[in-house]
């Protein structure tokens, strides 16, 4: 299976700020990478698909980059709506499809 | 606009039967796969498995020997079984919708759509 490893698993951070989220494939998966935000009781919600393309609706202050192995997820300026647990999760090739640990940003 | 409801019995004993049904309003039901997940508490995602309108299967291989995707297309409807639980089994399930998009002939998927998600517990 492929592992899929986050940066940092924790964050603290202000409204206002930029931020920035981490996550490397165990081997190549082009651009097959996926960005999730999960609050609290809720299931996730898809925000970045593609490594790079918004989803429908989500704010342009989310903003996702990479390839290959190496990707990030930046928040540009940091809502209080945005307090959650972010995942990455690629869909290369055939399953199964694997999820990062998560990272979760909590307000400073 | 899609929604996933889904419902299934959320307390089980060791070694009995996990069961969960999630059925799809809106939108198109064929196309797609469909998905579960499930997230222990306090833990990361974890694919457990897919089905498309056609039965087509894939799973996890952690969980093949004792999973069970189903589809009901008359109603719109797929299903979760899953065999021989543990307490380690316990877990929030999702059901959710395989979408893609296509670039250069690629099929780029994610899961776009979610059921609320149902909190099975296993213990005796």
């Known amino acids: 299976d492929i592992q899929m490893t986050q940066s940092p698993s924790s964050l603290s951070a202000s409204v206002g700020d930029r931020v920035t989220i981490t996550c490397r494939a165990s081997?190549?998966?082009?651009?097959?990478l996926n960005w999730y935000q999960q609050k609290p009781g809720k299931a996730p919600k898809l925000l970045i698909h593609a490594a790079s393309s918004l989803q429908s609706g989500v704010p342009s202050r989310f903003r996702g980059s990479g390839s290959g192995t190496d990707f990030t997820l930046t928040i540009s300026s940091l809502q209080p709506e945005d307090f959650a647990t972010y995942y990455c999760q690629q869909s290369y090739s055939t399953p199964p499809y694997t999820f990062g640990q998560g990272t979760k940003l909590e307000i400073k | 606009q899609v929604q996933l409801q889904q419902w299934g019995a959320g307390l089980l004993k060791p070694s009995e039967t996990l069961s969960l049904t999630c059925a799809v309003y809106g939108g198109s039901f064929s196309d797609y796969y469909w998905t579960w997940i499930r997230q222990p508490p306090g833990k990361g995602l974890e694919w457990i498995g897919e089905?498309?309108?056609?039965?087509?299967?894939n799973y996890n291989p952690s969980l093949k020997s004792r999973v069970t995707i189903s589809v009901d297309t008359s109603k719109n409807q797929f299903s979760l079984k899953l065999s021989s639980v543990t307490a380690a089994d316990t877990a929030v399930f999702y059901c959710?919708?395989?979408?893609?998009?296509?670039?250069?002939?690629?099929?780029?998927?994610?899961?776009?759509?979610w059921g609320q998600g149902s909190l099975v517990a296993v213990s005796s």
């Open positions: 959710a919708r395989g979408g893609a998009t296509y670039y250069d002939n690629s099929a780029y998927y994610y899961f776009d759509y």
């Open positions: 089905i498309n309108d056609s039965g087509s299967t």
């Open positions: 081997q190549s998966i082009s651009s097959y």
